[in-house]
C-alpha cells in the first residue's frame, strides 16, 4: 500500500513566520498535491506538482510557495504566516496504472497561526 | 457553477436503509469519478472509483455514474453506524490529472 507521510500532525505558529509543511510518499509517483480544507468550503488545491522540480498552481496558491527537490519529498510553504492560512492541510500522492487511479492522502497537518 | 457539486446535507438514515449521494459535475469532458469516505477527524480514503456510464458495485456500495446528465452518485446499501462520515465527490477534469472535490456530504446512520 502507498503511505503518504506528513511530518507534523499539529503546528503553532506566530503570524509572519515562516512555516515548512513536509511530506513524503514511499512509491515513487510522479504526481503529489497540496490540499487545505476548511469547513463550508471543503478541499482547495494549493498546488501540485508532476515531477521533480516541476510545480503548477492550483487554484488558491496566493501565500504559499511548494518545493519538490526529490521525487518521494514535496514540501509546502507559507513564506509568511497569517491567521487566514489557519487550516487542516492535506498532502497527497496520485498513482496510475493497472485499472486503478488512486490518491492516497496522508494523516494530514493542522495549522494554526496566532 | 461550481465544477462539482454535491446534495446538501446533513443526510440523516436509519440503520439498514439505504443511503444515496448525489453529485452533478460541470466539465462535461470529465473521464474518472471518485467517491471518498472521510472520518471526523481523518483523512479522506478512496472507496469506489468509476469511469464507464451505468453502474458498479463494491460490496455494499454502488457508484452510478450518468454521463449524459453529468452525475454520479453512490448507494450503499444496508447502512450501518460506521457508514457515518462525509462522502466526498471528486473529479478528473478533460484538463489533467488534479481532482477538484465538491464539499462533501456528511451522512449519520442512526442505530
Known amino acids: 500500500d502507498v503511505k503518504v507521510t506528513q511530518s507534523s500532525r499539529y503546528l503553532v505558529k506566530r503570524t509572519g513566520e515562516k512555516v515548512f509543511l513536509e511530506c513524503v510518499q514511499d512509491?515513487?509517483?510522479?504526481?503529489m498535491f497540496w490540499y487545505r480544507q476548511d469547513p463550508g468550503l471543503g478541499l482547495r488545491l494549493i498546488y501540485f506538482?508532476?515531477?521533480?522540480?516541476m510545480k503548477e498552481k492550483g487554484d488558491i496558491p496566493e501565500g504559499y510557495s511548494v518545493s519538490r527537490e526529490k521525487k518521494e519529498r514535496f514540501s509546502l510553504i507559507l513564506e509568511s504566516a497569517s491567521t487566514n492560512q489557519t487550516s487542516m492541510y492535506l498532502c497527497?500522492?496520485?498513482?496510475w496504472g493497472g485499472g486503478a487511479n488512486v490518491l492516497t492522502f496522508g494523516a494530514g497537518s493542522r495549522l494554526t497561526v496566532l | 457553477q461550481k465544477e462539482v457539486e454535491q446534495n446538501s446535507g446533513p443526510l440523516s438514515v436509519p440503520e439498514g436503509a439505504i443511503a444515496s449521494l448525489n453529485c452533478t459535475y460541470s466539465d462535461r469532458g470529465s473521464q474518472s469519478f471518485f467517491w471518498y469516505r472521510q472520518y471526523s477527524g481523518k483523512s479522506p480514503e478512496l472507496i469506489m472509483f468509476?469511469?464507464?456510464?451505468g453502474d458498479k458495485e463494491d460490496g455494499r456500495f454502488t457508484a452510478q455514474l450518468n454521463k449524459a446528465s453529468q452525475y454520479v452518485s453512490l448507494l450503499i446499501r444496508d447502512s450501518q453506524p460506521s457508514d457515518s462520515a462525509t462522502y466526498l465527490c471528486?473529479?478528473?477534469?478533460?484538463?489533467?490529472?488534479?481532482?477538484?472535490f465538491g464539499e462533501g456530504t456528511q451522512l449519520t446512520v442512526n442505530p
Open positions: 497527497a500522492s496520485l498513482s
Open positions: 512509491m515513487d509517483h510522479e504526481n
Open positions: 471528486a473529479v478528473i477534469p478533460t484538463s489533467g490529472s488534479r481532482l477538484t
Open positions: 506538482s508532476y515531477d521533480v522540480k
Open positions: 468509476i469511469y464507464s456510464n
